[in-house]
């Protein structure tokens, strides 16, 4: 799946993550690809897994959305 990376920032960010968020934008290129990228993601706690049912609403046909949907995502 692909997906913006201010995306990704921003859920970092919302998670107090500036660290992460900092590494993420110099790290990740403007479209992330979670499965090409997935090492990327998981080295900045982010399951792509988890990541694409969020973003997809668990079911793969899109509608889902990063506000409100963020737990479990991020890996402590």
């Known amino acids: 799946m692909q997906i913006d990376k201010a ?3 921003d859920l970092l960010r919302s998670q107090g993550d500036q660290g992460k968020a900092d590494q ?3 790290q990740l290129p403007g479209t992330v690809d979670t499965e090409q990228h997935a090492g990327l993601l998981q080295q900045l706690g982010i399951d792509p897994v988890e990541l694409v049912k ?16 963020l737990g479990g995502i991020l890996g402590r």
């Open 24 to 26: 993420a934008d110099q």
């Open 7 to 9: 995306q990704i920032l």
């Open 54 to 69: 969020m973003l997809t609403g668990g079911s793969g046909q899109g509608g889902g959305g990063i506000a409100g949907k």
